[in-house]
Structure formats: structure tokens, C-alpha cells
């Protein structure tokens, strides 16, 4: 665990100018230890430059003693004086952006999570581009439990602008998995895991969250029960270095993995994917042990058909395909791994169908289209190629684009 408690404090202005936060230790609980946030203009709110309140007119120089006191007894250590100071302050000019900050980042310091979210909510209102802002107030709603908050929150973070800080962008990340972990959303915690651990080296909390995902476990790492724990740790560690595309790790430890749970399931089929991204065609044997010991395991009939299409076996594909179709008719990737064994089996108007179908489940993947625009074209149907060409186009780009626009 990690002692955040005074991480803001006796530091410069975050909200006037330039500043530094040195040694910010946010609530990742041991994610980022000792790491430094040096923000930059898009991380950080501005000034308000709206109208004060009568209040703030009527008495300029109380609140610039307030201001003042506040700061100094920020820069002192003395954080709770200095929390009376900032409220007192805020009183008069409720719409002080810096004010708000420091109320909020000594709130978050405090673990006072619903003044903290409260505090930020505020500042967001004045300064709604402010994606560190954002990203505060998301973490502060996880630690409520207010999960789907946290998530909009985060996204918005993102949107915002580019958290310009590595410390900050990391904790964002972390965070952004575990929410997709807890909501079985696991295929969404892939992104954001990949991307610390080609940042960073390992913790044990990235762990444990790779570990869920492979193991496809719906829970928080601290609610893993203890009987499941040394499993879960096993697990993300082969995970963690299969994301991380370290080869010779990878193989180290599924060979751990494999050697102390040979048929708990996944396993092999997280094996599977680690040779597959390898190109080695032992993957496929992966996949049918994992198959062999879980036949209703839909994920691995998925993999097997799209690398037995992969080395042209279309045949064998489409028998794949169709049972992970019938096991999961609901998971766009079984719809377009059959509708793409289809189309190269001969029968295209089959497989055009089942494309329709998996554009219709997943409407905002890539892929998906691409394929269909494919399958349109072999078929003479040039108007609706034209279109899934251009669908496929414009999500690519908004992919490569990153997080749309936030929302409140």
C-alpha cells in the first residue's frame, strides 16, 4: 500500500502558470510509487476568467488574505488549517479555480472521496476542459464504488486532452482495466494493460489484473478470494509477459502455469494466443487441448477457426466457426470468423450474412467492416462495398484518434 497523505501538499501553483507536483502518489495503492507529476497546460485547470460573485467584489482583500494564508499553510504542511482556508476562501469566490484544485487534491490526499468528487464536480463546471480534473474526480468515484461514474470520468479524462503526465496517465490506465475486469468487459482491459507494461516494469496489482483477464474473472484484485490468489498470480504473470511481447518470458511462465493447473480453464487457450502471436502453429494444438477439456470453451473454437483460416484450411475453419457460432451467437467475433470460413469455403452469400450480423453486434469495430467489404465485393455488390469501405475508413481513424468527446 501505498501513503499518499501530503502528496500535494507545499507545492506549486496548479492552476496559475507553470507548476510542478513533485512526488504524487495517486490512489493506485501501490501502482506508482514515488512517481513525478510534472503537468503541463492540458493537465491542469485554468484560471477562471468568468465574473466573480458580488461577494468576491465586495471584499477583494479578505479573500486575498484567505488566498494567501490558504497557500501558506499548504506550502507549511499544516493541511488541515489550510482546508478551513481554502473553504472560507471559496465562500467569497466559489468559482476560484485554484482554490477548487487544492480543496479537491487535499480531499483526495485525505481519502475524503465524496468531497473530493464533490470538489471536482465543481471545478468541472468551470473549467471543463481540465483532464486531470477529470481524471481526480474518476478516481475518487472508484474508490466510492460508484464504478460506472468512474469509467464515463476517466474516458473523459482522456478526451480532455493528453494527460501529458506519465505518472497520471498511468494510474488512468490501471484504473480503466480494472473497471473493464469488474464489468466482464475483459477484451477492453487488454489496451490499457498493454500499454503499461510496455511502460513499465511489472507490480503486483498489474498482475493481478492480467491474471483476471486471462482467467476471464469478474472481480476487483482485493476481492479475489485467497484460495484463488496464488492461481490469479500465476496466471498474469505468463499474461502480463505475453502482452508485454516478451517471447522467452512468456514461455517460462505459461510453462509454470501449465505445469500446476493443466486443466483449469483457459490455460491453454492463453497459451494458444501467446504461440499465436508468435505465428507458430502450435497455437491450433493449444486450442483443441483447451477445447478437449472445455467443449463449450466458444473463445477457443474463435482462435482455432481464425488461424486454421490464417494457413488456408477453410474447411476446418468452417467447422470451427460454426461451433463457436452456435455456442456464443451473440459474440460478434463468432459471427465473423463463420461468415469470413464462408466466403472462403465458396459460399458467399452465407457469409455475407453472417458479416451483416457481426456489423450489427459490433457496429464500432473496424474489422468487422473491412471484412464485409470484402465479402460484398467477391459478391459483385460494389455500391455495398464502397460503403463498408468507408465505414471501415472512418472507424479506423477514430480508433487511431483515441476517446471521443467527454461527457459529464
Known amino acids: 500500500m501505498l501513503d499518499r497523505k501530503g502528496a500535494y501538499a507545499g507545492r506549486e501553483n496548479p492552476v496559475n502558470g507553470s507548476y510542478n507536483l513533485r512526488t504524487v502518489v495517486l490512489h493506485s495503492r501501490a501502482l506508482l510509487a514515488g512517481a513525478l507529476l510534472l503537468a503541463g497546460p492540458t493537465a491542469r485547470p485554468q484560471t477562471s476568467a468568468t465574473s466573480p460573485p458580488k461577494a468576491a467584489a465586495a471584499s477583494p482583500q479578505a479573500f486575498d488574505d484567505l488566498a494567501r494564508r490558504a497557500e501558506a499553510a499548504r506550502e507549511a504542511g499544516r493541511l488541515d488549517e489550510a482546508r478551513t482556508l481554502y473553504r472560507e476562501a471559496l465562500r467569497l469566490r466559489p468559482r476560484w479555480a485554484e482554490g477548487l484544485w487544492y480543496l479537491g487534491t487535499l480531499a483526495y490526499d485525505g481519502d475524503r472521496f465524496v468531497e473530493c468528487r464533490d470538489t471536482f ?6 473549467q471543463p476542459k481540465a483532464a486531470a480534473a477529470w481524471a481526480l474526480r474518476g478516481l475518487c468515484e472508484f474508490h466510492l464504488k460508484e464504478y460506472e461514474a468512474a469509467r464515463r470520468h476517466l474516458e473523459s479524462a482522456l478526451a480532455s486532452g493528453p494527460l501529458e503526465t506519465e505518472a497520471m496517465a ?36 498489474v498482475v493481478e489484473a492480467c491474471g483476471l483477464v486471462l482467467l476471464r474473472r469478474a472481480v476487483l484484485p482485493a476481492d479475489v478470494p485467497s484460495s484463488e490468489r496464488e492461481l490469479v498470480v500465476t496466471a498474469g504473470r505468463a499474461y502480463c509477459a505475453h502482452l508485454a511481447r516478451d517471447t522467452a518470458k512468456a514461455r517460462e511462465r505459461f510453462a509454470v502455469l501449465l505445469e500446476r493447473y493443466p486443466r483449469e480453464r483457459h490455460v491453454h487457450y492463453g497459451w494458444g494466443l501467446s504461440l499465436a502471436q508468435q505465428g507458430s502453429p502450435e497455437a491450433m494444438t493449444e486450442f483443441r487441448r483447451e477445447i478437449e477439456l472445455h467443449p463449450d470453451h466458444e473463445l477457443a473454437y474463435v482462435e482455432l477457426a481464425f488461424n486454421l483460416l490464417t494457413r488456408g484450411q477453410a474447411e476446418e475453419a468452417l467447422a470451427a466457426a460454426r461451433e463457436a457460432a452456435r455456442l456464443a451467437p451473440g459474440l460478434f467475433a463468432a459471427r465473423l470468423v463463420l461468415g469470413r470460413a464462408l466466403v472462403a469455403t465458396g459460399d458467399v452469400g452465407s457469409g455475407v450474412a453472417e458479416l451483416e450480423a457481426a456489423a450489427t453486434l459490433a457496429p464500432d469495430i473496424p474489422e468487422v467492416h473491412l471484412a464485409l467489404a470484402r465479402a460484398y465485393a467477391q459478391a459483385g455488390r460494389k455500391a455495398d462495398a464502397d460503403r463498408a469501405n468507408d465505414t471501415f475508413r472512418k472507424l479506423d481513424s477514430l480508433r487511431r484518434e483515441g476517446p471521443a468527446a467527454p461527457k459529464q
Open 121 to 126: 464536480r465543481r471545478l468541472l463546471a468551470v
Open 170 to 205: 498511468r494510474v488512468v490506465a490501471f484504473h480503466r482495466a480494472l473497471l473493464a475486469i469488474r464489468g466482464s468487459a475483459f477484451d477492453l482491459a487488454i489496451a490499457p494493460l498493454t500499454e503499461l507494461l510496455r511502460t513499465q516494469a511489472e507490480t503486483p496489482e
